[in-house]
């Protein structure tokens, strides 16, 4: 399972896009089950920003399954469906 902790970029725009679509684009590559997004608690700007990330086309198209941890609601659990690789 890969992880991205977004508390060292919370106050920079850029810096959270960057960090979250680095880390779908690895999850893609390595074609993780599971990646974990940890947005804090605080006054909830975070978890906003990660909301609409996740509800875009490109992000929409490859989860499968969108999990808030019952026991920490500053994490997130993003489950994916990844598309069959095409074997030239």
């Known amino acids: 399972m890969l992880k991205v902790d977004l508390h060292?970029?919370?106050?920079?725009?850029?810096?959270?896009?960057?960090a979250l679509r680095e880390a779908f684009e690895e999850?893609?590559?390595l074609r993780v089950?599971?990646?974990?997004?940890?947005?804090g608690k605080?006054?909830?700007?975070?978890?906003?920003r990660v909301d609409r990330f996740l509800k875009e086309p490109q992000v929409k198209a490859v989860t499968r399954n969108i999990d808030h941890d019952?026991?920490?609601w500053g994490r997130l659990f993003i489950?994916?469906?990844w598309p069959e690789r095409?074997?030239?």
């Open 8 to 18: 060292d970029v919370a106050r920079d725009g850029a810096a959270i896009e960057r």
């Open 27 to 29: 999850a893609e590559r």
């Open 33 to 39: 089950k599971c990646l974990q997004i940890v947005h």
């Open 42 to 48: 605080g006054t909830g700007q975070l978890k906003r």
């Open 70 to 72: 019952s026991r920490n």
């Open 79 to 81: 489950y994916f469906r």
């Open 86 to 88: 095409n074997r030239a």
